[in-house]
Structure formats: structure tokens, C-alpha cells
């Protein structure tokens, strides 16, 4: 139950350490991720898996999906990530890990759900927290803050109100920032104040 | 030959049906506005006759995109929306976001912020488990003990008004530090309270432990295995009603927790009456460690004053010197300046573990922040939990869970 380091050295060379401030991380081929899961679990005694997301890395990078994964350890008291790169930005498919932890249904559920990584495998691959026709993945960095006019999830309340969703005015607001850009933008001088509900939306 | 309900295992229970009738499967939805569902839980449920045969839990009823909202402002901007999550801890979830992003920076908060934190968090759970209590006593149709919390929890909120001045939304944590210091006579009052509330405590929990209806409602019931809370990754009460002695504020100490004298309170069937008598002993607990961090509590500073592009500037320096208001402007524009890294970072909260997982690309906005919520985790064993139980049993279980919807769906 100690350091799964040099295990995973020895059975896994196509992984590699990952820059981390805290646990232990490695990078992984989404090939060898499920092998390198269930080794750390049964081996290592990394028995709980806490959390499962993905990390978008703008659709200009490539690879552009990081899918996460964060093991616990419930004897030695450790966390352990392991991260794996989806191959094709446009259909970013994963194993799912649901063979392994029923846990990781709900988790990659959302993700799917989030950003659109399918995870072969699931045994019911719908989305979670929005609702199943939802034509978007709110989490992927093009998606805006604001949100996009989307129709409302019953079709006969939608042909009845004729309303739909609309986006958050919140979004361009005052001192709303995004990582990486300038943050005077943030101000409100220099925003377009698409915000505001009396403009014309861009 | 009558149903047998004795059967451990819901699965088993499910299949001993009796099969006299030729019987229809009937679906009924339940919420996402029923009482019994605390907040928006929609759940699906097939049924035979009044037995569960199929659940599946809708949510996102409640779904504010929590995290593309953190990756549109800085660090500090967000702890209001991390009151949103367990919105019946806020104190708690402030205290866990602040650590997690502390961790990021690798600051150090000086033991007096720590201690702080500490009380605030435990008070935070007392609160959310009286929460917990009460609604489980109503769900199960004890509405006296509701009655009993709610004057409990009232005080409590009394102290938080007067500590954050706001009851419910405190946003009362800085990266860095907390918002203000103390104010004067306020650590006597939460003695004060912890005095009176003991025995008020034990006679809560007197009108449930031995009472035959709310027995015969959770003994028994909605039983999680040992090897099933750790698959399905439950965590806090719900996962040491099975009998796993995980608690983070033992296991992985953080915010100074290893100086404080407590026990780590674990059921032993896993059934909706052990979650409950954990969060009782839990209750019991935080007070023992209220008490110790009130009685020791460290003076000193209650921000990291070495975290200059962290925490802003006190306001007397703010006004009387230039490079002050120049670095308390660029901490509120630019936001508090983080090295680039990954931190992944999870606190014993009052509904279990919540975690932060941060992205950083450096500066003050985060790249992704993804919040691992315990009652998310926690609700993801209903489809199995629920099967081959009445419906009016699943109340029960639902109210053991003791899950808030806000930080489900984020």
C-alpha cells in the first residue's frame, strides 16, 4: 500500500508523470488507461474513485480533450490522477471506467454530458444534468457564458408558449473575465454591453 | 405465501415477489416539487404494485453551470457561488473552496484563520445536520423534532448573522484569510451555545432513537453495503453509517484539524437508522471540537499577511499608502495571482467529501474548476438503493441521504 510509483513505472512504460502541485499523476494512452485504473486499484489500493471530468483545452490545441480521473486510496489515506488525451477533437471517445467502479457511471454521464467525450463502453450514455435534447456541451470552452437560444425541452409546452431559452444576461457583463485574456477587457467600458437587454444581441 | 420484506438484499427482495397475480407495471414520477424529494430530485420509478422495480434519478432541475461560471471571474468573485452549493453549509463550502485554492498557491493561512475556519465549518455542520434531522423526522412523520432543530438552527444562524452578516449566503472566506476578524464577545456567545445545546441535542435525539414508528421506518431500511458505499464513491455520513471510518478531518488533516480531540463516528449495518445515529454522534463531535478551538484560539493575524498579490491589503493601509491601493486594485481587477498547476483538493463537508479540482494557466481566473460534489455521488446509488423497496420507504431512504440538490447539479 505504498508508493504506486514504481509499479506503474514497471508495468505501464507507455505512461508518463504529469505536472501536478499536489497527489501523484501520470499521463496515460486512452488505450492503457482502463489496465492502468484497474491495476492501481487492485494492486496499490487505490479503491475509491472520487471524481472523473475532462479538461478542454480550446478547440485550436490538439489534442484538445484531457480526460481526469482521481483515485483514493481508503487505507493508505492518498490521491492518485490519472489524465489520458482523446485522440480526435472532433469525436472524443474514452473507455468507461463503469466496468471497474459503478461510480463512474454518474461521472461520465456528465461528462459526456459537459463536453461531448463519449465513453465506450457505458451502459447508458445519456446526458444528466441538462435534459436529453439539449444540442450543446456548455463546458466546452467556444460554448459563451451566456449561453445559446436553445428550444425548450418539451415540444408541446414549446409549440405552446412558443418561448425558448434564452441566454444569461449575466454573460458580457461587468467584470466577467475569461482566463488568458486581457483583463481590462473585463471592465465595463470595454464591453459591447450585449448584456444589456435594450441592445441588439451580437 | 406473504411477501417476505426481510430480505437483505433490495435485489432479492425484489425477485421473492409473490406470484399469484398477473401483475402490471406501473411508472410513477416522483418530483422534481415533492416534498419528500428536498428540492428538485425527480425520480422515475417503475413499480409493481407499491414496490419498487426500476428507479432512475432525473436531475439538473437546479444545473447554474457553476463551473463556466468560475471560468469566467476570478478566485475570489466565486466563493458567493460556492454558498450556492451546500446551500445549508455555506460556511463550510467557503472554508473547502479557500483551502483548495490556497493549496494552488502553496500559502499557508496563519493559525488563527485556521481556527477560524474550523469553528465556522463545525458549526456549519452542526447546522446542516439539524437541517438533515429535521427534514428526516418529517419525512418519516415526526414533525416535533423539525420543530426542536429549526429553534437550534436558529441560533446558530443568529451567530453566523453576526459574525458574516448574512444568515444564509456568508461568503465569508478570502483566498488568503477570512472576510473580518471576529467580532468582540462572539467566541463567548458560541460557547454559550454549545452549553445550552447539548442537552437540547440529547433530547432531540431521545424523541427519535427509541421511538417505535421511526424504528420501525429505518431500521432495516435502504441498507448500503461496506463494499458498495466505496464502488459508488459515497462519502461523509452516508458512507460511515456503512462502517467505513473515512473522514478526512483524521485522514488527511487540514486547516490545522490534527490539534483537535475527536471521534470519528461509523455505523455498523449501513441502514437509514445508522446514518442517522452517525449524524447525531457527529453533532456531539463538532461540538467537542468547537469547544477545544475556542478555548486555544490563537491570536495573531486572521489573513496570510506574506500573500501580497493574495489577499488585499487591510483598508486603514489602503487609504494612507500608494503601493497599497495599488495592490488592493490589482487583487480585485486582475484577481489574486496563482502560480500555473493542477491541485485537487477535498474537505470533509457536513454532506460528505466536496472537492475542488483547479486548472490554473497562472494569473487570477481559473482554466477549469471542477467541483466534486458529495451529494451528486451520494444520489448516483438511488437506481440500485431504491429497488425492492416501498415507495413510502424510499422517503425514508431519501431523507437519510440527507442530500441538498443545489450542489448535486451545480
Redesign the interface.
Known sequence: MTDAAPAVAQNFPSASPRPSLDCPAWNVPPADALALLKSLRDDSGYDMLVDVTAIDWSAEKSPRFTVVWHLYSTTAHRYVRIAAECASAADPVMPSATGLWPAANWHERETFDMFGIKFAGHPDLRRILMWDAYPYFPLRKEFPLAGIPTDLPDPDIAAGMKAKVIPAPMAGGPFVATPGGAMSDAEPRAKDESWNEGREKK | MPTDFSFPDSAAKAANLPKEFETEKMSLSMGPSHPSTHGVLRIQFELDGEVVTKADPV??YL?R?D???A????YN?FVPYTDRLDYLAPLANNAAYAIAVE??A?LEVPPRCQAIRVITSELARVSSHLMGLGAYGIDVGAWTVFMYCFTEREKLYTLFEKLTGARFTTSYSRIGGVARDLPPGWLDEVGAFCTQFLPILDEILALLTRNKIFLDRSVGVGVISRADA????LSGPNLRGSG?A?DLRK??PYSGYEQYDFDVAVGSTGDCYDRYLVRGEEMKQSIRIIRQAVAKMPGGDWFARDARKIFAPPKDKVLTSMEELINNFMIV???PQM?A??????AENPKG?L?F?I?S?G??????L?I?SPS??N???LP?LCVGNLVSDVVSILGSLDFVMGEC??
Open positions: 436531475i439538473g444545473h453551470g463551473e463556466k461560471i471560468e469566467n471571474m476570478t468573485q493549496r494552488l502553496k466505496i464502488a459508488y464513491g467505513v473515512l485522514d488527511r481587477t486582475e484577481g502560480p498547476g493542477e491541485v485537487y483538493f477535498e467529501t472537492g479540482f486548472v494557466t494569473g487570477g481566473v481559473p482554466y477549469r471542477k466534486r451528486f455521488c444520489l448516483s446509488i440500485k447539479d451545480r
